[in-house]
């Protein structure tokens, strides 16, 4: 996403809240596209793409039995399809559409309008965000966050949703719940934009989002048959491996590349989006080694994936020492949040969907109120840059939790409401004798040999 978020404007305050001026500088009439930017952009774009396929695919598949292993990969092969699709026909538009506040419009619809030929300007008027890359490429980037957000709902239901119950709930969930999120957040006429929330790259629009909604699905389609006293260790922890390996690589470009420019601040990003990885992967695992006694594969790997987490709504406003404790503390938090909070609550998260993106989302939105650095941001319109509440702003804490708050609330009711009307229509479980039978054979016909 841009790193361009707002911040409540300090004067004026009898008019109310206005959204800031971009902190990319304003392109001239004739302006040309930047071919390094642009360059950049099509790399993060085909990084984030590699996140979902194979990287999610490929993580989720190893962590099920063997009997759901390829329904695991076509869950996530679908969605990107799928997604796809339903972005290029309507999501984009109403994500990015000038619209209203809460969301977009329909001037986008199949793409129509969107430009290749000049840089693109998103939104109007005094809060229009200027770039030096062609729409269709913002357009690209965009959907493979769109593609992966839905992607990692389907690991908190594994082992027993209907595929047919996933593809309704997922198309109608992209349209419904994520393109007004990303439109609130991301584009200059959201409310959460104006209201000045710090999202970098999509704490609350990706990883909140899909962890609420993920942990909402848990609850309502019930536990897996067997949970709690059947053997349930995941099949194969060496594509588990590749998996996180993969979303590891592929998530400089969902960081670096939200900068929408191939310069300092994406390096900064990608800097920061190492380190906290790296912390939150050794906090785990130490956690683990001194709860249990022995240091896990499945720990680190799942640490690692909890700071890449945390720090991306926060990975270009904060600095490398920021970026260690936010990793170190979403490692413990996340790992927390998946053993003990889970046991307690009862629910069957099967991937631990929301004790990971869920949780860590919520950490990483948090923590960024607090080391914002106003130096990564300042341009000549806001020479301060966004601060956080080490640099005495803490109204950004408040603003932050406003913003992790609504996106809790909102992603819940609108989730719960679309899975109730799947189940009351066709149903979101599979018969007691398929998911015993695994859904690789029952749904798709296929096994593992």
Request: net charge neutral; glycine share 14%; proline share 3%.
């Amino acid at each position: 996403m841009f790193a361009i978020m707002s911040r409540p404007a300090r004067a004026g305050l009898a008019a109310g809240l206005a959204a800031i001026l971009p902190a990319l500088p304003a392109l001239a009439a004739d302006a040309k596209i930047d071919s390094g930017d642009t360059a950049w952009m099509l790399t993060s774009t085909a990084l984030v793409l590699m996140m979902a396929i194979p990287g999610l695919a490929l993580f989720y598949a190893g962590m099920v039995r063997k009997k759901n292993v390829l329904a695991m990969m076509m869950q996530c092969f679908a969605i990107c399809s799928l997604a796809t699709i339903l972005w290029m026909v309507v999501g984009y538009s109403l994500a990015f559409g000038e619209g209203n506040a809460v969301v977009g419009d329909f001037s986008r619809v199949l793409l129509g309008g969107v430009g290749w030929e000049k840089p693109f300007t998103l939104g109007s008027g005094d809060g229009a965000v200027a770039t030096t890359i062609p729409e269709v490429v913002y357009m690209m980037f965009q959907m493979t966050f769109a593609i992966i957000t839905p992607a990692l709902i389907c690991g908190a239901f594994a082992d027993r949703m209907k595929f047919s119950a996933m593809l309704w709930f997922t198309g109608a969930w992209l349209i419904l719940v994520y393109a007004p999120i990303a439109h609130m957040v991301w584009h200059p006429a959201g409310w959460m934009f104006v209201l000045g929330a710090l999202d970098f790259a999509g704490g609350t629009v990706v990883h909140i989002n899909a962890g609420i909604a993920g942990l909402v699905a848990a609850i309502v389609i019930g536990k897996r048959r067997g949970y709690g006293h059947d053997n349930m260790a995941p099949y194969n922890l060496t594509l588990a491996v590749i998996g996180a390996s993969l979303l590891w690589v592929g998530w400089f470009g969902f960081n670096a590349g939200s900068a929408a420019a191939a310069g300092g601040r994406a390096g900064m990003a990608m800097a920061v989006t190492q380190i906290a990885a790296a912390g939150a992967a050794l906090a785990w695992m130490f956690a683990e080694w001194g709860m249990r006694g022995k240091p896990s594969v499945l720990g680190i790997i799942s640490g690692a994936v909890a700071g890449l987490v945390a720090i991306t709504p926060a990975s270009g406003f904060v600095m490398p020492g920021g970026a260690l404790i936010i990793g170190v503390v979403a490692g413990l938090i996340c790992f927390w949040a998946s053993t003990s909070l889970k046991r307690k609550l009862g629910y069957d998260d099967s991937l631990d969907v929301f004790g990971v993106h869920g949780v860590g989302g919520i950490v990483g939105a948090i923590l960024t109120g607090v080391f914002a650095v106003g130096a990564l941001s300042a341009t000549e319109a806001t020479p301060a840059g966004y601060q956080g509440l080490l640099e005495g702003n803490a109204a950004q804490m408040i603003t932050q939790l406003i913003a992790v708050g609504f996106t809790v609330v909102y992603t819940a009711v609108v989730s719960f409401v679309i899975l109730k009307i799947v189940d009351a229509t066709i149903g979101l479980r599979v018969a007691d004798d398929e998911e015993r039978d695994g859904l690789d054979i029952s749904l798709h016909g296929e096994t593992i040999q």
